[in-house]
């Protein structure tokens, strides 16, 4: 079911340094960063010839990602996002095999413009599953 891998996303506390790490230490290309109110984050995205690498900074103390900072302080991977080919066939498959879609459980538009869901990290191997509409 699961086709590319879109993003791997990584929780920061200062997007300004973690962006200045990636673009000036590891030589990457990186876009500007975007607020993104309906998620409650800032999105950074490092373009890498095979993926990308979403840095994420909370906007606001009540961010999906703010428990998680105060959780690990360094910051560190947060999620993994995988393409599919159609979110609501995939949903609704990996609901009938019992896995817990996040929120409503109805796709919301990404930072990509696309639609997304996410995707209990307890049923996922300790990982939290973003996946994209391709
Ligand atoms: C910019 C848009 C979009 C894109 O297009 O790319 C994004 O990426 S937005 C990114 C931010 N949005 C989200 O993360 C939305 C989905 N997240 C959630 O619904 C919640 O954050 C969560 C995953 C349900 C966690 O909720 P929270 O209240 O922070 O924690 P809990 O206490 O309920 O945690 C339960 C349990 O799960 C463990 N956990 C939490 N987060 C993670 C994680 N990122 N990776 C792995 N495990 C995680 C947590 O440690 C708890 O475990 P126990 O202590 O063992 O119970
Ligand atoms: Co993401």
Not at 59 to 65: H, R
């Given at each position: 079911m699961i086709g590319r891998l879109n993003h791997v996303a990584i929780a920061v506390k200062d997007i300004a340094s973690a962006t200045k790490v990636y673009q000036?230490?590891?030589g990457a290309k990186v876009t500007d960063a975007v607020p993104q109110p309906d998620h409650g984050v800032t999105t950074v995205f490092v373009e890498l010839p095979n993926t990308k690498i979403e840095l994420l900074e909370p906007?606001?103390?009540?961010?999906?990602?703010a428990k998680f900072l105060e959780r690990n302080a360094d910051g560190g991977i947060h999620h993994i996002c995988y393409e599919v080919d159609d979110i609501i066939a995939a949903r609704d498959q990996l609901k009938g095999q019992g896995a817990r879609v996040l929120g409503t459980g109805e796709p919301r538009i990404g930072a990509h413009g696309k639609p997304v869901l996410f995707l209990h990290p307890k049923d996922f191997c300790g990982t939290l599953v973003e996946l994209e509409q391709a």
């Open positions: 000036n230490t590891l906007l606001g103390a009540d961010s999906p990602i």
